[in-house]
């Protein structure tokens, strides 16, 4: 109606959003290509620098690849400019590693940084010669950080200690001592901003290096209040390990009291005189005995770990390995675990939940019983914040809970359950609830659950009777009165009740039986009448579960009392009439509870009256459509086949007599006995350390450690004075930066990026046929095979190759893996003298030289007929350059299919025109004079042909970098002066060079690349049928089978990529032909990078059908490792030309 108006709103709106992004950079994100920007970065203005450094950012930001304008920007870091020289430093970080070489051109100048007067800018320039992470700068950057650990600016060090760990991820063993001296350096700083960076830096690098800590340890802890708050939990982890380490547990902690507790009785004696938190007073003798496992087994996983505690607690002889504590300490007379307690003791209430927790792991380990309790209300405070911290919280309560019940009984009402609580939350909160429980609160604590029995979430009901029933075991005074309310239950409607869904109703009433069942099973005799009242209600109770317990009370508790044995025949007839109506779990229970019954029978009445009761469901049993409940049949008659079939048997009574007796004595000791009472294993509560991330995944999540071992430092070389400064020298680093400045001639640097590298779904199967490249073999090569056991791995794979005297041939001749697993013919006594102590289910085997059957795969470069008669077939070679390791060797043959004669064949690059001449590869070829452009391959000239007959081939090596991009190499193939465009596809399983690793060494490394630097795919392999199928006339195939597997996958493997076999394990199982468990390792390095890039191939499936392969590739290299898992799949399952 007034359009002026809505101009004016819509003109408004936009003046006051312009209004609020002045004086901000927000209008670089609107276009931020709408000026050019590289006249910018050649302008003498600082100004205008900074405004296309702003843009260079704001591009970057939003995903664009502005990599192309970084020798412009390089040139920009002499800038005088403190805003200049900051942007530059960051463009730098983000585009070091793809442009390696340019970035080195600014080494001098961060050089010079580092002796600015201005501390941000020598800040900024360490932290920017260690974002580039190259190998051939890290004695440049490792003497740089030596140095600012002396800086008398604290940001500086701060800087270098953070430094420190991305030193250490290049694998710098021989500067290992350095870097560990230069943390030691940093922890006896006096700023808690740079100790606690170096506390980062120690727990990555050298965590178990505690004599670091024991220098400095009082001053640590002074300073651990003012450190920042994700350092104070690093350096609370660190101090407590080295207490534990150099002292050992405390004698007066609840720890060393839960570890030496045998039973409840004798830990209950020995509290009540010390202390007030006995740790089970008001429990029942059956609940006492689990708290008081499950409290020595949380304080056994805390020292030894969950793995190693389990598999010591699983074998037989338990006790021949049990810890033995001989040394502990007091902490009366200790003054360093005194001063441990007192500074963390104000983090109790910190603001972070995370030191909140830490400090109170260091209190429920170190502090004495009387102390614990300050861990207490701190703990309970944090259940008012969020969600994600009150479940973490909860988690930890629970633990403390049950091995300690009475530190959090007085506390039971913070515990009760909020509305708003997520079901999570709830479930914990009855579960600690149920521990804490006592005789005083548990009348509250019932009243309490009544409510909770009604909540709408019919799931949490269920949990609650759960709960409540175990109550009443630990509160065995209780019983009655909790009957009676769990017999309500069962009598309701559920079917009619207005709570949730059928099926929940229904879980709650399951669980009010099982809760019931709980309850009676320690004095059965005292509740007859219970058990009598739900037999009187199976006829109202349809839940199949609830009515299969039901039942199975009647068969367990059948001679119990007076008045069960009396409508036992009542009961059974009920049960005999409805058969046919139930579901599977209510018939196996019927047809055993009859059975039980039958043998417990007292007058031959009864007896005669079961018979036929049984023999009638036998027989309705037989024609069940379900199989379970057939054969539960067929095996219940077999079993009583002298009651039910006396007649059979009238000719033989002596035989009837004996069979009669072995009858009854084999259904008693299957029917006969009394269900034990029993807890659920202490192993499916949590085990892990307090506050750690394991604890609420229920699993030792990465980079997880146990507690050390007790008293297990040495005090050797260890000196402390009264302040906790160091008393020994401090270390030898170097400060002059130009002693190795000249190590940049001498090595390379060149990195191709794995940023954006894309690989084709064909891999590189463009016009490939296979041709057999394979040498004769020499006569003295190594065996293919050699045996050794699967629990120790050979320390030189080399050595382990001579040791054998059969070659493959004479093995496969044995025809059985059992005789070379025992006796091993035809080798040498491979440990013989070290006899393995574990025997597993599989033996490892290494295999020696098979380079003689390899065939590597060929790809046509150039077919006749596009090249006029020649043909030009490459393939990649596992050699190693001589010139470069970053180049991959490809052999190219050329052969002349015409009548004519061909010369002056040559291949050159095509993008780049910058081909190096061949005589001057070995001199002249540096990083540098490789790359002739960052994101353009370039290759080593190959020798020209200068003439080629009719029908001859020639070989020539050509030597190239594709930078790691994966796409096609355009080259130019010329022939008597014709120029042919072709295309050279790479492989990227040639992108990496094999590297011999011995299996310790191969699992090591593997441990370091877990979690995001592992990547899994599966496929189908098949290449082994063909072999075996040709195989059939054998007498014995089954050792064929595995070693032909073995053999096909490593070939495959092999003659794919650049690879060494580490080791292969072959699995020993009663099914010989099942492959599960067969493990190949292959190890190798990326040629950029030198970084480990190591393969695991599982096999799963029989040996003569398609086998499941689980390929696994541990590389620092995301998308590196992806693209190469890709590309092993896609040559697995493709099928060998022999085998087609």
Not at 395 to 416: G, H, R, T
Not at 896 to 922: K, R
Not at 958 to 982: I, M, S
Request: with cysteine.
């Amino acid at each position: 109606m007034f359009p002026q108006f809505g101009a004016t709103a819509e003109t408004l709106s936009k003046a006051s959003t312009m209004v609020f992004r002045i004086g901000t950079d927000a209008h670089l994100y609107d276009d931020p290509e709408d000026v050019s920007i590289a006249p910018l970065l050649d302008s003498k203005f600082d100004s205008e620098k900074c405004e296309a450094l702003k843009r260079l950012l704001a591009l970057i930001a939003q995903g664009f690849d502005v990599s192309n304008l970084f020798p412009q920007v390089v040139k920009n870091v002499a800038s005088q400019s403190l805003e200049v020289k900051k942007l530059v430093y960051l463009y730098l970080l983000h585009y070091a590693e793809k442009r390696p070489n340019e970035a080195l051109l600014s080494i001098n100048c961060f050089q010079k940084d580092l002796g600015d007067p201005n501390p941000l800018v020598r800040a900024w320039a360490l932290r920017t010669m260690a974002g580039i992470r190259l190998h051939v700068i890290a004695p440049i950057v490792l003497v740089a950080v030596g140095k600012c650990a002396r800086d008398p600016s604290v940001y500086v060090r701060k800087c270098a200690a953070n430094a420190l760990p991305k030193l250490h991820d290049l694998r710098l063993e021989e500067n290992t001592t350095t870097i560990e001296e230069i943390v030691g350096i940093l922890l006896n700083d006096h700023s808690p901003s740079v100790v606690g960076a170096a506390a980062a830096a120690f727990a990555s690098i050298c965590p178990n290096n505690l004599s670091l800590i024991g220098r400095n340890f009082q001053r640590l802890c002074e300073i651990l209040p003012d450190v920042e708050e994700w350092g104070q939990i690093i350096l609370i982890g660190i101090l407590l390990r080295y207490v534990i380490a150099r002292y050992g547990l405390v004698q007066e902690s609840v720890m060393f009291s839960l570890h030496h507790s045998e039973n409840c009785k004798s830990e209950n004696d020995g509290l009540e005189s010390d202390t007030k938190f006995p740790l089970g007073e008001d429990n029942g003798e059956l609940g006492c005995n689990y708290e008081s496992d499950l409290a020595h087994m949380v304080s056994q996983c805390y020292i030894e770990g969950p793995d190693e505690y389990l598999s010591r607690s699983s074998s037989i002889n338990k006790d021949s390995s049990e810890i033995r504590w001989q040394h502990f300490t007091s902490i009366r007379s200790n003054e360093d675990v005194k001063i441990l307690l007192q500074c963390t003791s104000p983090l109790l209430w910190s603001n972070n939940s995370a030191v909140l927790l830490a400090a109170a792991g260091v209190h429920w380990i170190m502090a004495s019983r009387d102390d614990v309790k300050l861990i207490v209300k701190p703990l309970l405070f944090l259940l008012r914040s969020s969600n994600a911290s009150k479940y973490v919280v909860l988690c930890n309560i629970q633990v403390f809970s049950k091995a300690m019940p009475s530190l959090f009984a007085p506390y039971f009402e913070d515990l009760f359950v909020c509305s708003s609580d997520s079901y999570h939350i709830k479930a914990l909160k009855l579960d600690i609830l149920a521990s804490i429980a006592t005789d005083t609160s548990i009348s509250q604590v019932f009243k309490e659950f009544q409510d909770y029995i009604r909540d709408p979430d019919r799931r949490f009901a269920a949990d609650t009777i759960a709960a409540l029933g175990i109550c009443v075991q630990r509160l065995p005074k209780m019983a009655n009165t909790c009957l009676e309310g769990l017999l309500a239950l069962t009598r309701q409607d559920f079917f009619a009740s207005d709570f949730g869904s059928v099926d929940g109703e229904a879980n709650v009433l399951v669980q009010a039986i099982m809760s019931i069942k709980s309850i009676i099973r320690p004095d059965p005799l005292s509740h007859e009448k219970v058990i009598i009242q739900l037999v009187r209600s199976l006829d109202a109770i349809k839940v199949p579960a609830a009515r299969a317990m039901i039942i199975w009370m009647v068969g367990e508790y059948n001679s119990l009392g007076e008045l069960i044995p009396r409508m036992l025949t009542t009961v059974l007839k009920y049960l005999a009439w409805c058969f046919t109506s139930e579901a599977l779990e209510t018939k196996l229970q019927i047809l055993n509870t009859t059975v039980k019954v039958l043998l417990c029978a007292r007058t031959e009445e009864d007896r005669f009256t079961i018979e036929k009761i049984l023999s009638y469901l036998l027989e309705l049993a037989k024609c069940d459509l379900n199989y379970d409940v057939r054969d539960r049949a067929c095996f219940l008659k077999k079993l009583l086949s002298s009651y039910l079939d006396p007649q059979g048997v009238e000719g033989e009574p002596d035989c009837l007599s004996k069979n009669k007796d072995l009858s009854r004595l084999l259904a008693k000791s299957i029917f006969g006995g009394q269900a034990k009472s029993r807890f659920p294993e202490p192993s499916n509560h949590r085990i892990y350390l307090p506050g750690s991330l394991s604890q609420i995944v229920l699993h030792a999540a990465p980079g997880y450690e146990p507690l050390p071992k007790p008293c297990s430092l040495t005090i050797d070389g260890l000196e402390t004075n009264a302040s906790g400064n160091q008393a020994t020298s401090g270390p030898s680093v170097t400060d002059d930066l130009d002693s190795v400045s000249g190590s940049l001639d001498e090595e390379t640097a060149s990195y191709y990026s794995s940023q954006g590298s894309t690989v084709d779904s064909s891999g590189s199967s463009h016009g490939s046929d296979e041709t057999g490249c394979a040498n004769e073999n020499d006569d003295g090569i190594d065996p293919l095979i050699q045996f050794s056991d699967a629990g120790h791995a050979h320390k030189e794979q080399n050595d382990a190759s001579h040791s054998g005297s059969a070659d493959f041939g004479e093995l496969m001749s044995k025809r059985a893996l059992e005789s070379w697993l025992d006796e091993q013919p035809g080798l040498s006594n491979v440990n013989a003298n070290k006899p393995s102590p574990i025997h597993g289910s599989s033996a490892r085997i290494s295999i020696g030289d098979i380079r003689g059957e390899i065939k590597r795969k060929s790809y046509v470069l150039l077919d006749p007929v596009n090249g006029n008669g020649l043909k030009v077939d490459y393939s990649f070679s596992s050699e190693i350059s001589s010139v470069s390791t970053l180049l991959v060797c490809i052999e190219v043959s050329f052969k002349n299919c015409s009548m004519e004669p061909m010369s002056s064949i040559t291949l050159v690059d095509e993008e780049s025109g910058n081909v190096l001449d061949s005589a001057d590869q070995a001199l002249t070829m540096t990083e540098s004079s490789v790359t002739c452009q960052d994101n353009v391959p370039a290759i080593a000239s190959m020798e020209e042909i200068t003439s080629l007959e009719p029908d001859q081939a020639m070989t020539r090596i050509l030597q190239v970098r594709f930078h790691h991009h994966l796409l096609p190499l355009k080259l130019a193939l010329y022939r008597n002066g014709k120029r042919h465009p072709v295309k050279l596809w790479p492989d990227i399983g040639y992108f990496i060079k094999a590297v011999p690793l011995d299996i310790d060494t191969f699992i090591d490394k593997e441990s370091h690349l877990k979690g995001m630097f592992e990547y899994t795919r599966s496929c189908t392999f098949s290449d082994h049928i063909g072999e075996l199928n040709s195989d059939k006339g054998d007498s014995s195939p089954v050792t064929d089978k595995f070693l032909e597997i073995c053999r096909s996958l490593a070939l495959k493997m092999l003659s794919n990529a650049n690879l060494f076999l580490v080791s292969v394990d072959m699995p020993i199982a009663a099914n010989l032909d099942d492959a599960s468990g067969l493990c190949l390792r292959f190890s190798s390095e990326i040629l950029s990078t030198l970084k480990p890039c190591l393969i695991t191939i599982t096999v799963k499936g029989k040996c003569t059908e398609p086998l499941n392969i689980s390929i696994k590739v541990n590389c620092e290299e995301t998308v590196f490792g992806l693209n190469l898992l890709n590309r092993i799949v896609n040559f697995l399952v493709e099928p060998s030309l022999t085998n087609l």
